[in-house]
């Protein structure tokens, strides 16, 4: 993910006075972490984007009302989540999540198998993964929030609309259940 | 930190998310979604139609030409290009009680005491300085002379104000301004119209509400 080489606080500042290209710079350093907390929410590419794109317009539209000095990142995560939670899909209709170059971590006939110790690697991520998407959506949301996309308790909570306090507990309790899922006693 | 935690971050690099599409940040709102088959319940119904009207109260559609006093604003999907290095020609110098004896206009207290007055083609230009720099410009001009042009692309805000009570539009973003005076389209600042007593006042300044609403 880019980050601006203004510091940011200039550049809330500059676009709350109405500079578009400043805003677009901000947008360009939060746009992947916005899309994917909204595929996250959403559970639907097509979703995400449009809650994107509209959030971003919905906060362009709203600069004027947000507090100088705040943190910028966790005001646009919650009008994204907010506008992903809008469009949220059934969950028989979730995209679910998928390793990256899934094809190339596995031996196909006739390669040279790698070394053992990253099959077993591979094999616990597709076991992780796989218990993943047997939470309930609320559980997997808070996991992936929290620790796939490494949000913080606060920006997590703005954007699941929870409270911090309800955000850890959901994350603990969210973990007790995954444990459970890879069949794994409690540490 | 947990092993699982430390998995689950690990796993989060790995994860293949969608691509990032390309976003306009600025640009009207995505195509709406196809409407749905189950009938929309009744407060949602109440809700949308409240939105709109409101959305007609504030703000201005996003496409076509919108008149408002002496000036025509133009929504167009693509920007022309602008004089890089334009110059602020205001006219010719005169004292403030000579330009209100040109036209009959007020001032909100914050703009009482230009630091200079101009008059150009039965227009009055009032120029602010701040350490010695253009803060803001306040053009006066008779309502109907269609004067002043604007464009505006389609994804900036024109918002409908009350200026002191009277109508006002303010253009928020970066726009053009086409046509004033003639000569090269140039970039102009966020900006402030309003119409009093005949008159369309211009106010082009990053604060533009503020100087004019004080007073």
């Not at chain 1, 880019?2 to 360009?28: C, H, K, T």
């Not at chain 2, 790995?14 to 390309?22: D, H, I, N």
């Amino acid at each position: 993910m880019s980050r601006p080489l203004i510091p940011e606080a200039d550049l809330v500042d500059r676009a709350r006075r109405g500079d578009g290209d400043a805003y677009d710079q901000l947008v360009r350093a939060h746009q992947d972490i916005a899309f994917r907390t909204a595929w996250l929410v959403s559970g639907s590419s097509a979703d995400a984007e449009d809650a994107a794109q509209e959030a971003f317009v919905k906060a362009w539209r709203a600069l004027g009302r947000f507090r100088q000095g705040a943190p910028f990142r966790p005001w646009l995560l919650a009008i994204v989540a907010n506008e992903a939670r809008n469009r949220r899909r059934s969950a028989g209709r979730r995209e679910a999540l998928v390793l990256r170059a899934a094809a190339q971590r596995r031996p196909s006939d006739g390669a040279a198998s790698p070394p053992e110790a990253a099959v077993l690697h591979a094999e616990r991520r597709d076991t992780l993964l796989a218990a993943l998407e047997r939470l309930s959506d609320e559980d997997r949301a808070v996991l992936g929030c929290r620790h796939l996309l490494g949000l913080g308790e606060e920006e997590t909570a703005a954007a699941l609309g929870l409270r911090r306090g309800t955000v850890k507990s959901r994350t603990s309790r969210a973990l007790v259940r995954l444990r459970a899922e890879l069949g794994e006693e409690a540490p | 930190m947990s092993d699982l935690i430390r998995e689950l971050e690990l796993l989060g690099a790995e994860v293949q998310w969608p691509p990032t599409p390309t976003f306009a940040p600025r640009a009207a709102a995505a195509a709406p979604a196809p409407a749905r088959r189950r009938r929309a319940p009744r407060r949602l119904v109440l809700a949308i139609v409240l939105g709109a009207l409101l959305l007609a109260a504030g703000a201005l559609a996003a496409t076509g030409v919108i008149h408002f006093g002496g000036a025509t604003i133009k929504r167009v999907d693509t920007l022309p290009p602008v004089d890089p290095a334009p110059t602020l020609a205001l006219g010719t110098p005169i004292r403030l009680s000579e330009a209100h004896g040109i036209l009959p206009f007020t001032l909100p207290s914050r703009l009482a005491d230009p630091d200079a007055v101009y008059m150009r083609d039965d227009s009055v230009n009032l120029l602010y300085l701040r350490e010695g720099k253009p803060r803001a410009v306040l053009t006066v001009f008779r309502e109907g002379s269609g004067f002043l042009d604007k464009l505006v692309h389609t994804s900036t805000a024109v918002k409908r104000v009350r200026v002191q009570g009277a109508p006002g539009l303010y253009v928020a973003g970066v726009h053009i301004v086409d046509f004033i005076y003639g000569g090269t389209p140039r970039l102009s600042q966020p900006t402030l119209l309003w119409t009093k007593g005949g008159l369309t006042y211009r106010l082009e300044a990053r604060d533009a509400l503020a100087l004019a609403s004080a007073g």
